[in-house]
């Protein structure tokens, strides 16, 4: 095995472990921000089971692992992963799929129209955020991937392929449709999938890697041997007190710099609140047909922009009374334990639709969520889980971070 080495990541650039400039311009807000995209759709994938015995592999420096992490150029690859999230969050398959509206009013859309595609993107990444599941995963540079989520007698497939972007599920017969926009060139910057999600270990990781600026310790902790591929293993952890992230293990793939396994442990204790690792991987070129994708006889197909025109896309509304939530966040403090400030300019938590305009099945999880809480910024609900908490004040302010209640409440007091 290789033996440990660390690396305390400074402020300062060269030789102290530290990323380029231009990786850390989002280092402010990637946490939260970053994780609370996995806690809000995220993708957890189980380890694979390491082979008796860990690899020896020659030594390396924390430092010079991460350099190789940043220099992988892996763009095409296949394989399995499997899917563990444990959030401490109740289960919302439910909430996925024909049911992606949940959280919109009752009755459906202004135009009365109910419901969307069972097939729409985001509503069906919302079942990844708990239980476990299993994905079949494939890629070929940027302009063509295909994700499946497998269930024992069904399967939800997403595949962008040269600009266009299709989703289908199989138990409904029902298939989603979009372009992307003019300029886009293929880059996958699709408007229709979801936005910068991460989908693979080395998508997390890299995201992790992102917040090591002076408030990270990162060691080197031995090797593993990972879907049939020698692994060395990174350990991340958080320097500053109050965050819920205890550590990040990434174990990166010795020929590659690929990441092959993710793990998220909770400063809480207990089992792993994301888990991320290929189970078979395959670095060669995938076959072309695999991104190829015709909806199948009497599938029912459902345009992007027509599910808009109709109000039908309730994964892209907003409720009325919610504001204005696509303006530049207020980020206050650094690194792990920095929370982002947003102003829904709304009444009650976060402004959002009334209990008794929602839903049964989405007030359940709200309620499930939330501890009520006051302090000198007034009253207000905070929503938590083993990862992410969230505090939504009653004048409608919402402060997020991957940091405890205490840690939300103290910040929202010192910024009133």
Same mark, same amino acid.
């Given at each position: ?137 494939? $890629?070929?540079? *940027? /302009?063509?991937?295909?994700? %499946?989520?497998? #269930?024992? +007698? !069904?399967?939800?497939? =997403? ?18 449709? $979009?372009?992307? *926009? /003019?300029?886009?060139?293929? %880059?996958?910057? #699709?408007? +229709? !999938?979801?936005?910068? =999600? ?32 020698? +692994? ?185």
């Amino acid at each position: 095995m290789a033996p440990n080495d660390s690396a305390q990541i400074t402020g300062e650039n060269g030789g102290t472990g530290e990323l380029p400039a231009g990786r850390r311009r989002a280092a402010r807000y990637v946490v939260p921000v970053g994780v609370a995209a996995v806690a809000a759709a995220t993708i957890g994938l189980v380890p694979a089971l390491a082979a008796a015995g860990d690899p020896d592999l020659p030594a390396i420096s924390a430092q010079e692992l991460i350099e190789k992490i940043a220099a992988s150029d892996t763009e095409q690859l296949s394989g399995t992963v499997k899917v563990k999230t444990d959030l401490g969050i109740p289960a919302i398959g439910g909430l996925g799929g024909a049911t992606a509206g949940a959280f919109a009013p009752k009755g459906g859309t202004e135009d009365g129209e109910k419901g969307g595609s069972a097939a729409e993107p985001t509503g069906r990444m919302m079942e990844l955020a708990s239980g476990e599941h299993t994905l079949r995963v494939a $890629a070929d540079g *940027p /302009a063509k991937q295909r994700v %499946s989520i497998l #269930d024992s +007698a !069904a399967e939800y497939s =997403l595949i962008h392929n040269s600009g266009e972007v299709w989703a289908y599920d199989s138990a409904s017969n029902e298939a989603y449709h $979009a372009k992307a *926009p /003019a300029g886009a060139k293929g %880059s996958g910057k #699709d408007q +229709a !999938a979801p936005k910068d =999600l991460p989908a693979t270990p080395q998508d997390f990781a890299r995201e992790a890697l992102k917040a090591a600026a002076g408030t990270t310790s990162v060691t080197v902790d031995g090797t593993a041997r990972i879907a049939g591929r020698d +692994a060395y293993q990174l350990v991340i952890k958080p320097k500053q007190d109050g965050s819920t992230v205890g550590s990040v293990k990434v174990a990166v793939d010795a020929g590659t710099g690929t990441p092959l396994k993710f793990t998220l442990l909770p400063s809480s204790g207990g089992k792993a609140a994301i888990d991320i690792g290929f189970t078979k991987v395959d670095f060669s070129k995938p076959a072309a047909s695999t991104f190829d994708f015709t909806p199948p006889k009497g599938a029912k197909v459902t345009e992007a922009d027509e599910s808009k025109a109709t109000g039908k896309d309730e994964a892209h509304k907003v409720p009325k009374g919610a504001g204005e939530l696509g303006a530049e966040p207020n980020v206050i403090g650094e690194g792990w334990t920095s929370v982002v400030r947003l102003d829904t300019g709304g009444k009650g938590p976060a402004g959002a639709v009334s209990s008794k305009d929602m839903p049964a099945q989405a007030q359940q999880f709200m309620d499930a969520l939330g501890d009520k809480v006051e302090g000198k910024f007034g009253s207000g609900t905070v929503f938590k889980t083993r990862l992410v908490n969230a505090l939504m004040t009653d004048d409608g302010k919402v402060y997020v971070g991957a940091v405890t209640k205490d840690a939300l409440v103290k910040v929202a007091n010192e910024t009133k």
